[in-house]
């Protein structure tokens, strides 16, 4: 069965795939040649979930799923939030990074959490699916691997970052994995 991610990111297409195993095609918008700008001016992780999703099945008439992510950090008032991906440089992460690891400087309290909210969209409308992972921003950078904001953020448990870690490990904890296995749930029921 193919499941068509609403994206242009490859990584993230990429632990979609992992996350669901050899069960499921994964195909994105780049399998589909379609490489417009999708305006993601929505409110909410959900809207802009809705946005991306809908956009897919217009353009393709195939089920689709989007994933609006990010990291809210409670003592930034939830920032980066909705505008992870935009938070001081498109898409630029060692600049978004620099931000948030600026505007912590001086705070003892690190909380912060990765969220995931999944929207399938097809005929029969939308359905959500969320998932978090709980954890502590870290000083500085560390790691490598995966994407985004991983290299400052680890998870509750553990020492080291999501960049530190094999991607099969984080990818057995993430938020991407919580609200992938509620929507395989819901795929399976
Ligand atoms: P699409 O909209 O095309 O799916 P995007 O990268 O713009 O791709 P988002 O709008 O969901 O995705 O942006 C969220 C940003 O949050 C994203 O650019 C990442 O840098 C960050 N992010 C999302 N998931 C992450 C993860 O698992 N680890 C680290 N950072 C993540």
Do not use: W
């Amino acid at each position: 069965m193919e499941i068509l991610i609403a994206t242009h990111n490859l990584h993230k297409k990429e632990e979609i795939a992992q996350i669901l195993g050899t069960k499921y095609k994964i195909t994105s918008l780049t399998d589909y040649n379609i490489h417009d700008e999708i305006v993601e001016d929505g409110d909410s992780f959900h809207a802009n979930a809705l946005i991306k999703a809908k956009f897919c099945f217009e353009k393709t008439g195939k089920p689709s799923l989007g994933d609006d992510s990010g990291l809210v950090v409670p003592a930034l008032d939830g920032r980066p939030g909705i505008f992870s991906a935009r938070y001081a440089g498109n898409h630029d992460f060692d600049k978004n990074i620099a931000k948030v690891l600026e505007e912590m400087q001086d705070n003892d309290n690190r909380e912060a959490y990765f969220i995931t909210v999944l929207c399938l969209y097809n005929e029969n409308g939308a359905e959500y699916f969320e998932g978090r992972v709980y954890g502590n921003l870290s000083r500085e950078k560390s790691g490598k691997k995966g994407f985004g904001y991983d290299p400052i953020f680890i998870p509750k448990g553990y020492e080291i970052s999501f960049a530190d870690m094999p991607s099969e490990e984080k990818n057995a904890i993430s938020h991407r994995k919580n609200a992938l296995d509620k929507f395989l749930e819901f795929l399976e029921k």
